[in-house]
């Protein structure tokens, strides 16, 4: 059984889900793949202890404090190959971005590997279970487009604002997936 619960923040309304006491997804409402995890049974229920927690994280998140994601119990559901994307995604700094290029490489180097598409790892970033927890709007095109977010590029510039990022330095794609 998974539990749910809707909070309100800056960059919107957004659904909260626990499994197993573990925060398993939070996905801004509207989002693309809201919520593509669900395939078992699940119940609103707002006093889960793992919500109290998440919403004080989030609140600390937008006053512009650093939480870190360590301070909750995470559980995405998704391939090995993904939660590997997924965890490099927790080491990226706040207030920096990368590229999936740059992800692509550092995973390859994990498994010994001499490359890795840095399409597969674009897919397993736009499948990030956990938005906004799991920085996945950390990530950026390499020609410096805010591209490939879910929750939409006006959400990502807002989300790299708030965290200190000129999002001046990067362009908007004009046509795509992720607007």
């Known amino acids: 059984m998974q539990y749910t619960t809707h909070y309100i923040t ?39 202890p793992i919500f109290k927690q998440v919403k004080q994280w989030l609140d600390s998140y937008f006053k512009g404090e650093n939480p870190p994601v360590s301070e909750l ?8 190959f993904r939660r590997a994307v997924w965890e490099i995604l927790c080491e990226i700094p ?18 010994g590997l001499s490359q890795m598409s840095a399409q597969a790892v ?23 487009s805010l591209t490939g977010y879910a929750g939409g590029i006006e959400k990502k510039a807002q989300l790299l604002a708030l965290e200190g990022v000129d999002i001046s330095k990067f362009s908007i794609p004009q046509k795509g997936t992720a607007l």
């Open 10 to 48: 800056p960059v919107g309304r957004i659904l909260i889900a626990e499994k197993n006491h573990a925060l398993a997804g939070l996905w801004i409402e509207g989002q693309k793949y809201f919520p593509a995890s669900f395939r078992e049974e699940t119940a609103e229920k707002c006093d889960r």
């Open 73 to 80: 119990p995470i559980a995405p559901a998704g391939s090995d």
């Open 94 to 111: 706040y207030g920096k971005t990368t590229t999936y290029g740059e992800i692509a490489k550092r995973l390859a180097a994990r498994r």
């Open 122 to 144: 674009g897919g397993a970033v736009g499948h990030n279970p956990i938005s906004i927890i799991i920085p996945c709007h950390r990530v950026i095109g390499t020609n410096g």
